[in-house]
């Protein structure tokens, strides 16, 4: 049967790449699908520092950011990773099936470990095991996510095919969807990297809570090249190309169509168009957002439920791995 899962790092508010690349995507297959599960993943932010506090506020707040964007807990299994124990357990499990240089080459890894002490943790370099964990823990068939997971979605694809050849036919291989332009958002500030939540700049991202001042100061100072012309042409001008991107993503236009509507306008001008635009698809999410982060009980009971429906998927694909693999 068709399953549904994804997952996010419980590092911060979302920013508009998590949310166009995802989040939105996450939303409507909960109308398509009828099994659909999306974890708040906690294991995966700890191959980074954190502080304990922040973490455990970290959870609660990203929570109400899923709400707030319109995942709804009568209609998917909204969870945290760490309270469902087989996600480790099957890891270690897959880990024993992947080989060092399948991972070396990995985004994640390349970027993150120089930046740590001896060269990077264990937890990071095999944090995309973790991952394929997490997918094939519900046995899921489609997992919605942005341009930069498509190599551990391969990764997970591999896995899941080794896992059939040795121990029999078990694991469906699992697709990733993607939007079509909104894969990969880029930063304002350089386009020619994608938004990240670990930008230092702060004025590379724009994130769900930002006030509408602070996204018309960030849309007016995104970096673009030296044309005035609105066009749409992602290879030689990725900087309005990605404002235009966006601005198609929250209103629902076709590139082309917006860019016959801003003919005569100069990427400045443009520029507040989109910052506009931008501002009002995130306006009620921003103020949902402030609503449900108080409510500490209501979002800790959400979770409590979604542990309870996602041990329920979980169990009984772990306890049939296991008697495979030979461990019971
Ligand atoms: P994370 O937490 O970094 O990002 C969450 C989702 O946002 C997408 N995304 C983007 N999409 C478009 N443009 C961008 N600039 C952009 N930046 C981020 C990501 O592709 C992702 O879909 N390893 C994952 C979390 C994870 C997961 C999973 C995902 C753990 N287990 C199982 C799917 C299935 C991550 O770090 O995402």
Partial sequence: APRVFSGIQPTGIPHLGNYLGALRSWVSLQEEFGSVLYSVVDLHSITVPQDPDTLRRSVLDMTACLLACGVNPDKSCLFQQSQVPEHAELGWILSCLTSMPRLRHLPQWKMKSQSQKNEGSVGLFIYPVLQVADILLYQSTHVPVGDDQAQHLELTQDVARTF??????????????????????????????????????????????????????????????????????????????????????????????????????????????????????????????????????????????????????????YDAVCRMVGLR
């Fill in 164 to 317: 059939n050849n040795q121990y029999g036919e078990f694991f469906p291989i699992p697709r990733a969807l993607m939007s079509k332009c909104a894969k990969k958002i880029r930063s304002l500030r350089d386009p020619l990297v994608k938004m990240s939540k670990s930008d230092p700049q702060k004025l590379a991202t724009v994130r769900l809570t930002d006030t509408p001042d602070e996204i018309v100061m960030k849309f007016r100072k995104a970096v673009t090249d030296c044309t005035s012309e609105v066009t749409y042409d992602p290879e030689r001008r990725p900087g309005i190309s990605n404002l235009v991107a966006i601005h198609s993503a929250v209103s629902g236009l076709a590139p082309e169509e917006l860019v016959r509507q801003s003919r005569g306008l100069e990427t400045a001008q443009y520029k507040l168009v989109v910052a506009e635009a931008v501002i009002a698809h995130l306006t009620p999410i921003r103020e949902e957002v402030h609503r449900l982060r108080g409510d500490t009980g209501f979002l800790t009971g959400v979770l409590t439920r979604g542990t309870h429906a996602a041990r329920e998927v979980a169990t009984p694909v």
